[in-house]
């Protein structure tokens, strides 16, 4: 590997976005691997992560290098960022070049992220938090995937994702991390582990009474997704879920949240 790369393997990279950071003009990079399998997964096709990605480290530097003044900034997103141990030394280099660095995550690696909140090298982050701790495993896909996701459900895979939480907050507390956003995305499902409207309502409770400040809700939506997943769309039960959603997100953002957005196919009136 030539010295000057950090080892990143990317499976992809949007040169402008208005989206991913908002308020931002960022360009972001998807890193490739994750170690969840999210049903509602609109990049499902880069969680595999002993697969090389197919954009390569030096063309994002070049980019980066050419878009000095240009982009407020740069977002490794993935996949699951975090991930990759090359994610540290590959935010340092974007720091060094001027870049505010933000970061998509679903916390599943507390102990990298800390690192990164450590050494100030964030400045915003997008934290997805899937469902209460005690439903992950299944919201994630790994208590449908054998033997491998009966393991992974086991490190306790919840518990990790809530302690990323605590992590984000407290840096933010404490000055070391500009600004956040939590992100909870929501589908229709009648398990009762699901993360539906009527268990979204029930984890948001839990988000704001843990002090939580920002918080965005995400109506999942097929497009882009397993086929599997896409099919529920179809169902009839489905049918009143936009509704449904809006309905409960009207009741969150009563909750106090100080900033709430609402990523829906309806308003809210």
């Not at 393997?9 to 908002?22: E, H, Q």
């Not at 939480?165 to 699901?194: C, I, K, M, N, S």
Request: hydrophobic letters at 40%.
């Amino acid at each position: 590997m030539h010295k000057d790369l950090t080892g990143l393997n990317i499976a992809g990279v949007t040169p402008f976005s208005s989206v991913d950071w908002p308020g931002k003009l960022v360009a972001t990079a998807f890193l490739q691997g994750c170690p969840w399998n999210c049903g509602y997964c609109q990049n499902f096709a880069i969680i595999d992560p002993h697969m090389t990605g197919g954009y390569a480290e030096e063309d994002l530097w070049e980019l980066l290098t050419r878009r000095q003044g240009l982009l407020d900034g740069v977002v490794f997103s993935g996949g699951e960022p975090t991930r990759q141990a090359a994610l540290i030394p590959a935010a340092q280099r974007a720091r060094e070049l001027g870049f505010e660095i933000g970061l998509h995550s679903g916390g599943a690696y507390p102990k990298r992220l800390a690192e990164l909140l450590d050494q100030v090298l964030l400045d915003w982050i997008g934290l997805d938090i899937k469902a209460l701790p005690e439903n992950y495993s299944w919201v994630a896909g790994l208590e449908k995937s054998g033997p491998q996701g009966t393991h992974l459900a086991n490190q306790a895979l919840g518990q990790k994702a809530w302690e990323s939480l605590d992590l984000v907050l407290e840096a933010h507390l404490a000055g070391q991390l500009q600004d956040y956003e939590v992100r909870l995305t929501v589908y229709p499902g009648d398990d009762p582990r699901d993360t539906n409207p009527e268990n979204a309502l029930e984890i948001a409770k839990t988000l704001r009474s843990r002090g939580v400040e920002t918080l965005a809700i995400q109506e999942a939506r097929p497009d882009g997704t397993r086929p599997e997943f896409a099919k529920i769309y179809k169902t009839p039960q489905s049918q009143g879920f936009p509704a449904a959603l809006a309905e409960v997100a009207r009741t969150i953002q009563s909750l106090g949240f100080p900033h709430f957005t609402f990523r829906g196919s309806m308003e809210l009136n």
